[in-house]
């Protein structure tokens, strides 16, 4: 310590020795100085003023540069301002001599582009009382002449690009009447550099200090215990670093103190009680550490309390009973702690609220109707929970609401219908909760809706087609309800869907939109386990920008549409449905086994043949022209519905029975040796050609050619030695 001192003292008389070498020539120089600075600056607009007359050049005395842009000077004729903020100054500082400003009192340059390290002449300034270099992109250390500027109130220099650590000897040691360090500092921000080490404990001798906001860096190590001595000290922000260990418990003595901003750290423990005694708080964020017990009962002790976070900790125990009738409060931010208590006893009426989130804790009880009268809220999260009862109607009176997430609790009864008085609503969460009864048309009224989630609840009902109006829709999911009737057409119209489009779970019938090729933003959509029919719409190869789709668990059928992501799906995302076809590993080729749905091609039926009733042999056989025109090769026993492994006689001579009306002659196309021969079009395009027979057909082999498109099964009866086929290539 005594080698510091004497360092610091030499330091400061080595200062005074060259600032006492320039005095005599102050009044010469202060003039040329900045001209030379002026030189070397790459944006000059800003300091145009900065000439010396025409009249002055023949001129023995140097002009005065009082009357310039940015120069403030005293009666004598000195420069003692010089205030350059925010005017697109760009270069450095090094070619400025500070040595040439003796009475400078302010020297402001904050939001420009000067870069460059900050030159260590500056602690020349011996009389500056005001230095703000902030917003622009300085680099380097800190430099150590600081320290001489013993009557600096005011030091700023935030959002630069400075490295390395706090030097403890920027800052008066502990004794008596310390002649160096920062003695008069009131305000010190260092915010948003890369700063890093530790916070000095020396820092606890600026006995003046006010404001010291160190947040946004890579600071690390305890906060201080020497920061509790500051007794004037009214702005602490040390957030977003790497601090860790205890808040120290005589921070809680600061009674001046209205802002703490602890965020975004490693620091746990208990938060000591004395916060709940700062009658002055009105800023208490602890978001975002490893916090564990309570929260200070009476955090609102003052009744000046407007912001609080605790978020992201491990808080449990109740909620702060000073918050009931803490009437300030504009900004609440409790979530994802392990508190506990009663949602309708534990919180008032807060008029001047505009944000409160208690989402996933172990709150109970009911949603209050007074949440009603805190009319300026912009959220409410409330979402895993364990809140019961209703929704009240009263939630609509919050014309500023624009998030509402009631999700994951054991809500019940129905969405009231004031939720369209929401017009500012952005995000809608009412999922997984216990919710009955239909979906309200008054939500079409939410024109700024940009999530709508209700899911996995009891609603019933149909769609109502008025969520076709919600154009901002970005995510729309209502899976796992009760809901029935088709897809409205108009669901189509929300343009705007981009992340999501879930109505999987359900009992929606008839077919899948046409319009809904209108969604070219959409990536993901789910429309599985419900009881959709018909073909996919082809329309819905124009969905480019769909990576995810499922369509499973429904009675589709018909060829799913081009497109990669119906083409590059995995079957399981089109399994069980009526009869899909396609491109894809799992479901059959289109060309295989066809339908007859107006748009297929007539030549690729297959033709079943039953001759010879005695015999009972079952012919399957393809056209020779579809041979000819595309090798498809034969039927795998796992892709056709015919073969032995899948065959049923019993249920197919029931629907042979049933499409030709028990043999009726209107479906009789021949009549040969075995008897009439019959035309059956099965469910699927699927033709039979049966001689009649009164025994269903039993197939117990089968044989596949390669050498022609025919699939024959034969009964294996004792006096058939060949497989009988039917040539239909010509009918």
């Not at 650590?165 to 921000?189: A, S, V």
């Amino acid at each position: 310590m005594a080698s510091q001192t004497k360092y610091l003292s030499l330091a400061y008389v080595a200062a005074l020795a060259v600032l006492l070498c320039f005095c005599k020539a102050s009044s010469l120089t202060e003039t040329e100085a900045l001209l030379k600075w002026k030189e070397t600056l790459v944006n000059q607009s800003i300091v145009q003023s900065w000439v010396i007359p025409a009249s002055n050049s023949s001129n023995s005395t140097t002009p005065s540069p009082c009357r310039w842009s940015g120069i403030v000077c005293n009666d004598a004729g000195s420069v003692t301002e010089i205030n350059l903020a925010n005017t697109g100054l760009a270069g450095t500082l090094h070619d400025l001599d500070f040595s040439s400003f003796p009475n400078l009192l302010r020297f402001d340059v904050k939001i420009n582009y000067l870069f460059d390290t900050i030159p260590t002449n500056i602690g020349l300034l011996s009389k500056l009382l005001f230095l703000d270099l902030s917003t622009n992109s300085f680099n380097g250390t800190l430099p150590l002449s600081f320290a001489n500027l013993t009557q600096v109130y005011e030091l700023d220099v935030s959002r630069n690009n400075m490295t390395g650590g706090i030097d403890p000897r920027l800052f008066p040691d502990d004794k008596n009447q310390p002649m160096t360090g920062l003695l008069g500092l009131k305000n010190f921000l260092l915010q948003d550099n890369m700063l890093s080490g530790r916070i000095p404990e020396e820092i606890g001798n600026c006995k003046l200090l006010t404001l010291l906001a160190l947040d946004g860096n890579f600071l690390s190590g305890p906060i201080p215990s020497s920061l509790g001595n500051l007794s004037d000290l009214a702005v602490l922000a040390v957030a977003s670093n790497q601090l860790s260990g205890e808040i120290p418990a005589n921070i809680g003595t600061l009674s001046k103190l209205t802002d703490l901003h602890l965020f975004i750290n490693k620091l746990s423990g208990v938060v000591p009680e004395g916060l709940g005694n700062l009658s002055s708080l009105t800023v208490l964020h602890l978001s975002e550490n490893n916090f564990t017990g309570q929260l200070p009962p009476q955090v609102c002790k003052g009744g000046k309390l407007i912001n609080f976070t605790a978020s992201f900790n491990h808080f449990s125990g109740p909620i702060p009973t000073s918050l009931k009738s803490c009437s300030s409060l504009y900004r609440v931010r409790l979530e994802s702690n392990e508190l506990t208590g009663d949602l309708e006893q534990d919180f008032g009426i807060y008029p001047n609220l505009t944000y409160i989130d208690l989402s996933y804790n172990r709150l109970q009880g009911e949603v209050s109707p007074k949440w009603g009268k805190c009319q300026k809220l912009t959220l409410l999260g409330l979402g895993g929970n364990s809140i019961v009862g209703k929704i009240p109607a009263e939630i609509g009176s919050l014309s500023q609401l624009v998030v509402l997430d009631l999700s994951s609790n054991q809500l019940s009864g129905e969405i009231p219908a004031q939720i369209g008085n929401l017009t500012e609503l952005s995000t809608l969460s009412l999922n997984g909760n216990d919710i009955s009864g239909p979906i309200p048309e008054e939500i079409g009224a939410l024109l700024n809706l940009d999530s709508l989630d209700l899911s996995m609840n009891r609603l019933s009902g149909p769609i109502p087609k008025q969520i076709g109006e919600l154009r901002d829709l970005r995510s729309l999911s209502l899976s796992q309800n009760n809901l029935n009737g088709t897809i409205p057409f108009q669901i189509g119209n929300l343009v705007g869907l981009q992340d999501l489009l879930d109505l999987s779970y359900n009992s929606l019938t008839g077919e899948i939109p046409a319009q809904l090729e209108k969604l070219t933003s959409l990536q993901s959509m789910n429309l599985s386990h419900n009881n959709l029919s018909g073909e996919i719409p082809a329309s819905l190869s124009s969905m480019l920008s769909l990576v995810a789709v499922n369509l499973s668990y429904n009675n589709l059928e018909g060829p799913l549409p081009d497109g990669s992501v119906f083409s590059s799906n995995q079957s399981s995302a089109f399994a069980n449905n009526k009869d899909l076809c396609g491109k894809v590993q799992g479901l059959r080729p289109c060309n295989a086994l066809s339908t007859d749905k107006g748009g297929g091609n007539k030549d690729n039926k297959l033709v079943v043949a039953i001759v010879a009733p005695l015999a009972r042999i079952f012919v399957f056989t393809r056209w020779r022209k579809s041979r000819r025109e595309s090798r498809v090769g034969f039927i795998s026993r796992r892709d056709n519905p015919f073969s032995v492994w899948y065959f049923n006689g019993r249920v197919v001579y029931d629907d042979i029975l049933k499409a030709t009306d028990e043999f009726d002659d209107m479906y009789c196309i021949g009549e040969g040796g075995s008897g009439k021969v019959y035309k059956a079009e099965m469910q699927g395009g699927q033709v039979f050609m049966n001689p009649g027979s009164p025994m269903p057909p039993i197939a117990k082999g089968w044989a596949t050619p390669y050498d022609r498109n025919i699939i024959a099964f034969k009964d294996l009866v004792p006096n058939v030695a060949s497989k009988d086929t039917i040539d239909l290539d010509d009918q």
